[in-house]
């Protein structure tokens, strides 16, 4: 069973021994971040589960702190055991004095749950941990993601669209009885995104009894191109070249995703096996940087031909021979 102050920590997600100022940093930023307001209704129940157990986990850790300074506290987690005056330990006094305060903060703030949860821990009440924890891991908890593909063209990622997505649903119903529901979704693609871009729609997922509805979320995946062949942010389009355009001079026209046509000419050049011809700024948006782009990458292919009659064999021969 994981004891109170570590799901105080967790919570926060601070470590042990964290100080005054960095646990009030450390609420800031998540109180900030889940504050129900802030939420769409479709996220509004995890942020305010959430937002309560920050916080408890406050509250009850800054309890913790003052009762440290004011009391101070030993190695094996007590206060000190020098002898006062009266022939009784400071660290008697010291448990006399928290059981004052604890009263005093049940008195002065009764209806404070995370004071509350600090003081059932104090006195050392195990039901009260338990509690807490149950309670703690209830917030916690999230039904698992649903999870479906958002298949694109490689042209959808190059120019950017919208595409709605319909997707069925588990819902608890306020009986709790679990009934399928049909949702239907807009997503705004970006030009550039990339396979493995993951969409979520918080709370949008399966519901189950106890638990946070789950979130939706669908990964981009991309559709196989005729023509193009995604590399990072690069294309690459392969060109079969017949061996005599090669070595007499070649030019070939395509359209790119955007739909410009291009033209490559090699009229003054042979054509090597393995070449490859580089249109810069032709391939696909870079995500984070307005108007750049990749590079379009033309891989030429020599065809050469299967069998060549007698005549031919001579004939190339002669006409070759001089060549180096």
Not at 15 to 42: C, F, M, N, V
Not at 63 to 83: L, Y
Not at 179 to 194: H, L, Y
Request: glycine residues 8%; charged residues 30%.
């Amino acid at each position: 069973m994981v004891n109170p102050p570590e799901l105080y920590h967790r919570i926060l997600d601070v470590p042990k021994g964290t100080s005054p100022q960095e646990l009030r940093a450390a609420y800031k930023g998540l109180a900030k971040k889940w504050h129900p307001d802030k939420h769409p209704p479709s996220s509004k129940l995890e942020a305010e589960a959430r937002f309560k157990a920050i916080t408890e986990a406050y509250e009850a850790l800054m309890d913790q702190q003052e009762n440290r300074a004011v009391f101070g506290v030993c190695n094996d987690g007590r206060a000190s055991e020098t002898t006062g005056s009266f022939g009784a330990g400071a660290c008697g006094a010291a448990r006399m004095a928290r059981t004052r305060s604890d009263d005093f903060c049940m008195r002065s703030a009764p209806a404070t749950p995370a004071r509350e949860f600090a003081k059932v821990y104090s006195t050392g009440n195990t039901g009260g941990r338990r509690a807490f924890a149950e309670f703690s891991s209830s917030i916690m908890r999230k039904a698992p993601p649903l999870e479906r593909p958002l298949e694109c063209t490689l042209e959808e990622l190059c120019r950017g669209c919208k595409k709605q997505v319909k997707f069925t649903r588990d819902v608890v119903t306020k009986n709790g009885s679990i009934v399928k529901k049909e949702v239907a979704q807009m997503i705004m693609v970006k030009p550039g995104w990339r396979k493995g871009h993951k969409v979520t729609f918080e709370g949008m997922g399966d519901e189950r009894p106890g638990c946070l509805p789950a979130d939706a979320i669908f990964t981009v995946s991309e559709k196989k191109h005729s023509t193009f062949k995604r590399v990072g942010d690069d294309l690459v389009l392969k060109a079969k070249v017949p061996l005599v355009s090669a070595l007499t001079g070649w030019s070939f026209s395509f359209r790119l995703l955007s739909g410009k046509k291009v033209t490559c000419s090699f009229e003054d050049e042979i054509i090597c096996p393995g070449h490859e011809k580089v249109i810069k700024g032709e391939g696909m948006p870079i995500i984070g940087r307005l108007g750049a782009r990749g590079d379009l990458r033309v891989k030429l292919e020599i065809v050469f031909p299967e069998k060549l009659t007698d005549e031919q064999l001579t004939g190339l021969a002669e006409i070759l021979k001089d060549c180096t």
